[in-house]
């Protein structure tokens, strides 16, 4: 257990579908990441949220729209997917942002969760 | 963007026998993390290594950070089925933490 639960742990959705990742920190962080992983690709940065704020937007697609309520708790809304977007969607959280704190700041991921769009 | 590169991408071996992965930079970095990710799981840190030259040491692995601070590797010994996953290596670059693609490792008992 790391500390960061994420659901589902699995999701097929087709290219119309409105779906919500649910990432959840039980760590008292105050930093809060979504990465996607495919296949034979770095982990690929996607947002950072500090104390609830955005502070990092990776040029990702507007299909995909985080939400931050409070420090504990991360959500990546996804609509009108498409198939390239099948990836693992990995949800971290470190202490600090590592904007702000110390280089060697670590983060704690979640499982992941899993998605297929069709 | 600072590149990190991995070697080899996939490695499989035998229970019992002694492997090194390697992660390499064109630039010089102040730190370096090494994570272990599991199928199913997400990256766990394994290490941090800070000083040019360091070596660090965590029960059968063995950590190096290159004396002119731009690569890193990792020795395992005496390789266990419980080993297999992906080692990735990542810095912190300008407030993102930028991984590696990745070394494969799967031992075979």
């Known amino acids: 257990e790391t500390g960061v639960t994420q659901t589902p742990r699995h999701l097929v959705m087709g290219m119309t579908n409105k779906k919500s990742l649910k990432c959840e920190q039980h760590?008292?962080?105050?930093?809060m990441y979504w990465y996607k992983q495919s296949a034979k690709k770095p982990l690929e940065l996607m947002f950072v949220?500090?104390?609830?704020?955005?502070?990092e937007n990776n040029s990702v697609p507007s299909r995909f729209s985080p939400e931050c309520p409070n420090s504990s708790h991360l959500f990546l809304h996804l609509h009108t997917l498409q198939p390239e977007d099948s990836a693992l969607y990995l949800c971290?959280?470190?202490?600090?942002?590592?904007?702000?704190?110390?280089?060697?700041?670590?983060?704690?991921f979640g499982s992941g969760t899993q998605l297929s769009v069709l | 963007t600072q590149l990190l590169e991995q070697s080899p991408q996939f490695l499989s071996i035998q229970e019992g026998e002694n492997l090194t992965v390697y992660c390499n930079s064109s630039s010089v970095f102040s730190s370096l993390q090494w994570y272990r990710q599991e199928p199913g799981e997400g990256p766990v840190l394994l290490v941090t290594?800070?000083?040019?030259?360091e070596v660090k040491k965590l029960k059968r692995l063995t950590f190096q950070f290159g004396d002119a601070r731009k690569d890193s590797s990792l020795h395992i010994t005496a390789a266990q089925t419980g080993d297999t996953g992906l080692y990735l290596c990542?810095?912190?670059?300008?407030?993102?933490?930028?991984f590696g693609q990745g070394t494969e490792l799967s031992v075979k008992p």
């Open positions: 290594v800070v000083t040019g030259g």
């Open positions: 990542a810095l912190n670059q300008g407030g993102k933490l930028i």
């Open positions: 949220y500090s104390l609830e704020e955005r502070v």
């Open positions: 971290a959280s470190s202490q600090e942002s590592l904007f702000v704190a110390h280089s060697n700041e670590k983060l704690f």
């Open positions: 760590l008292g962080h105050n930093a």
